[in-house]
């Protein structure tokens, strides 16, 4: 499996963007065209059509060799063998994912803030996302960071753990992203919307060096 650390593309199959009966497919778009990591994000989906879809989409993350991070539901990730699990900030401390998950496996926590990053950092987490830098139709209501505090959080925080810029990052805002200090990246919607996911993936990869 890719070692986090050297992951710089965080890629989310969200069934928000791509319904079931495209989930594989998408995945597999998202693999070939070099996804470093795949969660996968399913608010106000039933339980069951989570594990149902996570059940496909593991084979071929453990086939690419790469990660797979069920977003939220820490018992069901446990149950199916993923390889993580990711959680916001509502959803309890690190310890109690962690005596659900096992020891082994990848906990990874949203931060909103400078405060909230260094706050995981001390908390144990294995990774961090870190947004939204700018709005996005992906995650409504929640306000942008912007661009300035990131060189201090890749300094605080993410020279520790792999910490993830997420929010509005496009083929277009990345150069910004970038130039601002951020080494890691989730895209969703850019990709999950694009024409050819496999082919915006890699252009988005390559563009990570
Ligand atoms: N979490 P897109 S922003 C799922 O800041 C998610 O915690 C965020 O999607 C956070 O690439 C976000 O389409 C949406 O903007 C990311």
Do not use: W
């Not at 989570?50 to 086939?63: D, M, T, W, Y």
């Amino acid at each position: 499996m890719t070692p986090m650390n050297d992951s710089q593309l965080y890629t989310i199959l969200d069934l928000g963007y791509t319904p079931e009966e495209k989930a594989e497919q998408v995945t597999s778009a998202l693999l070939s065209g070099g996804a470093d990591i795949l969660q996968l994000r399913a608010k106000g989906h039933d339980p069951a059509t989570i594990e149902r879809v996570a059940r496909k989409l593991i084979p071929l993350c453990r086939l690419a060799g790469v990660p797979f991070i069920l977003n939220d539901f820490p018992a069901l990730a446990a149950a199916l063998d993923a390889d993580g699990v990711h959680i916001g900030q509502d959803d309890g401390p690190l310890s109690e994912a962690r005596k659900i998950v096992g020891p082994g496996k990848i906990i990874g926590r949203s931060t909103h803030s400078l405060d909230q990053a260094r706050a995981a950092l001390a908390e144990g987490f294995d990774y961090i996302g870190f947004g939204p830098l700018f709005p996005t139709p992906t995650k409504l209501g929640r306000p942008a960071i912007g661009l300035e505090e990131i060189s201090t959080m890749e300094h605080d925080v993410g020279s520790e753990i792999p910490a993830f810029c997420i929010g509005g990052i496009t083929p277009e805002t990345l150069p910004t992203v970038l130039a601002a200090g951020a080494r890691r990246v989730v895209v969703v919607s850019a990709l999950l919307r694009a024409p050819d996911v496999e082919a915006a993936t890699r252009k988005l990869r390559e563009s990570l060096g």
